[in-house]
């Protein structure tokens, strides 16, 4: 179960924070060793987000680069709460295109459907909440 927090963002809204346990995150760590390497070739080379042996810095060393070569344009995207708005039922089926492993499946539907722990409340009680499914 993953504590759940908030982060502040840009005009004061909060965005929702999934913390995950000690032992989730072992999980995860070893899910992404198993699926990291299906997916990871998709990218393109431009992209820096979330990718293993890329940064920031990596991504700044590049803008530098291209306008040293003359570029003079930059597009910088975020989709706002993109994750929140991708129904889980259709994000198991397009990952089923491509894994086939059962246990494998099992183990990321448990990830997208996981309860979290709505902060902590005084004298140590959490309000849990379920993730719409």
Do not use: W
Request: charged share 35%.
């Amino acid at each position: 179960m993953s504590e759940k927090a908030t982060n502040s963002e840009a005009g004061g809204k909060l965005r929702p924070l999934g913390i995950p346990a000690g032992k989730d995150r072992i999980v995860q760590t070893s899910l992404e060793l198993v699926i990291e390497p299906i997916f990871e070739h998709e990218f393109e080379d431009s992209s820096y987000g979330f990718r293993p042996q890329r940064g920031c810095k990596d991504a700044l060393r590049q803008l530098d680069e291209l306008i040293k070569q003359g570029y003079s344009h930059v597009v910088d995207a975020d989709l706002e709460s993109f994750i929140d708005t991708i129904p889980p039922a259709a994000l198991m089926r397009r990952i089923e295109e491509r894994i086939s492993d059962g246990r494998v499946l099992e183990l990321i539907g448990l990830f997208l459907s996981q309860d979290t722990i709505q902060g902590m409340k005084r004298g140590g009680r959490r309000e849990e909440r379920r993730r719409e499914r």
